[in-house]
């Protein structure tokens, strides 16, 4: 009798894909209430739709778009600025599957399945957020870098 260990890469396969989808501002929020309630009313709407203002503090920032990838510290006409950097790949998510071979007098069957969302292609995408001294002054969308 052939064992599939089909159950073995599924399960897995399927845990790694709900690691990687990122949390909705409505998680971040649900995380974070005391810090969410302690927002201007105008922000907290922003915030709840993943939408960032002029003003916002850093904390507003995290609670819309989450981590950022990088943040870079500086300075610019006199004050202190700090950039965070969200970046994108255009290539969506993907789901892998796979089997493999045994040695010896059992042989196995190897399938894979790939899904890529959306169809086609997009460039890299880099959201900078900029903050001086400790407030956003602007925010701007890079493709293709």
């Given at each position: 009798m052939m064992k599939t260990g089909f159950s073995f890469v599924l399960l897995p396969s399927c845990l790694v894909?709900?690691?990687?989808c990122s949390p909705a501002p409505s998680d971040r929020i649900a995380k974070n209430m005391?810090?969410?309630e302690q927002l201007p009313k105008e922000h907290q709407a922003k915030v709840a739709r993943g939408e960032l203002e002029k003003g916002m503090?850093?904390?507003a920032v995290l609670l819309a778009w989450g981590e950022p990838e990088q943040k870079m510290a500086g300075r610019m006409n006199g004050k202190n600025t700090e950039r965070w950097i969200y970046t994108r790949s255009g290539t969506g998510w993907s789901l892998g599957l796979g089997g493999g071979g045994f040695r010896g007098?059992?042989?196995g069957i190897g399938t894979g399945i790939g899904v890529t969302m959306p169809l086609g292609s997009?460039?890299?995408v880099s959201c900078n957020v900029l903050f001086?001294?400790?407030k956003v002054i602007g925010w701007e969308?890079?493709?293709g870098f």
């Open positions: 894909l709900l690691a990687a005391p810090a969410y503090s850093p904390m007098r059992d042989s997009r460039p890299p001086e001294d400790g969308a890079v493709n």
